[in-house]
């Protein structure tokens, strides 16, 4: 059995799910599911592309999960708590669970970027909060900061 992943056949999440009025600055991204399309079920590896002006998400950050930024392309800012750092092809960047300096990359530059995510893929129990807007996120879906379903 081949193992090579077909990258152009991967499972595609482009876009945003979140609510609105928080979906805006993360519509202009193609995430190619690499971790889903070779069956991988303890790790979640994705190819992110972000066009121009793009944001991989919104700042947050995680009870559970793991997260690890590789850029192979391009040029992206990491935003977190006061802080701002340019990242280049061959920089990385890594975030541990319960740590509540979130985090987003931005791509300011005029030219798309492809960067590589590895992080947790079992999410059952982590939930993700967003400090700059009212937003939180468990399985179940999204929520206001005061626990009210969106």
Same mark, same amino acid.
């Given at each position: 059995?081949?193992?090579?992943?077909d990258i152009e056949r991967a499972p595609i999440s482009a876009g945003s799910r979140y609510p609105e009025p928080f979906a805006g600055p993360c519509q202009n991204k193609i995430r190619h =599911?690499?971790?889903?399309? @070779?069956?991988?079920?303890?790790?979640?590896? #994705?190819?992110?592309?972000l066009a121009p002006g793009a944001w991989s998400s919104q700042r947050h950050w995680h009870t559970r999960a793991e997260e690890f930024v590789y850029v192979l392309e391009g040029?992206?800012?990491?935003?977190?708590?006061?802080?701002?750092?340019?990242?280049?092809?061959?920089?990385?960047?890594?975030?541990?669970?319960?740590?509540?300096?979130?985090?987003?990359?931005? #791509? =300011?530059?005029?030219?798309?970027? =492809?960067?590589?995510?590895?992080?947790? @893929?079992?999410?059952? #129990?982590?939930?993700?909060?967003?400090?700059?807007?009212?937003?939180?996120a468990s399985a179940s879906g999204y929520f206001h900061k005061d626990g009210k379903p969106y």
């Open positions: 059995m081949k193992k090579k992943i =599911r690499l971790g889903v399309a @070779a069956g991988l079920k303890e790790i979640g590896i #994705n190819l992110l592309e040029e992206v800012v990491l935003v977190t708590e006061g802080c701002e750092e340019i990242l280049h092809a061959g920089d990385c960047a890594a975030f541990l669970p319960g740590d509540p300096d979130g985090h987003h990359l931005q #791509n =300011r530059s005029g030219s798309a970027a =492809r960067v590589l995510e590895i992080g947790s @893929a079992e999410s059952a #129990n982590d939930e993700a909060t967003y400090p700059d807007v009212d937003l939180r």
